[in-house]
């Protein structure tokens, strides 16, 4: 599975965003997706996945600003980033989880710059 994110960009704080990221092949059988962000000098930290089946768990940093939703037809998850702050300034990744039988796979994206000015 190949992932491509797009959508990061230069936001005001309090602005909004939307990341983008297209998977290769249909994504109906992907068992979860999900939105990853690394900061400078930090750890790489879950920001927002989604299930096959639609259920969705968020980073407590982001509840209730962030969404993550996923179109089938299009193969692609989105991440609607409202209220931003200037600590969501980070490199955004998609990571895609597969299973195979009784193995687990991960597929990630190359990362899309987000940035939010005070």
């Known amino acids: 599975v190949q992932l491509q994110a797009s959508g990061g960009g230069l936001v005001q704080a309090g602005g909004s965003l939307k990341l983008s990221c297209a998977a290769s092949r249909s994504i109906t059988s992907i068992n979860t997706m999900g939105w990853y962000r690394q900061a400078p000098g930090n750890q790489r930290e879950l920001v927002a996945t989604?299930?096959?089946?639609?259920?969705?768990k968020y980073a407590d940093s982001v509840k209730g600003r962030f969404t993550i939703s996923r179109d089938n037809a299009k193969n692609t998850v989105y991440l609607q980033m409202n209220s931003l702050k200037p600590e969501d300034t980070a490199v955004y990744y998609c990571k895609a989880g597969l299973a195979l039988g009784t193995q687990w796979f991960e597929y990630w994206g190359q990362g899309t710059q987000v940035t939010v000015s005070s």
């Open positions: 989604i299930g096959f089946d639609g259920s969705t």
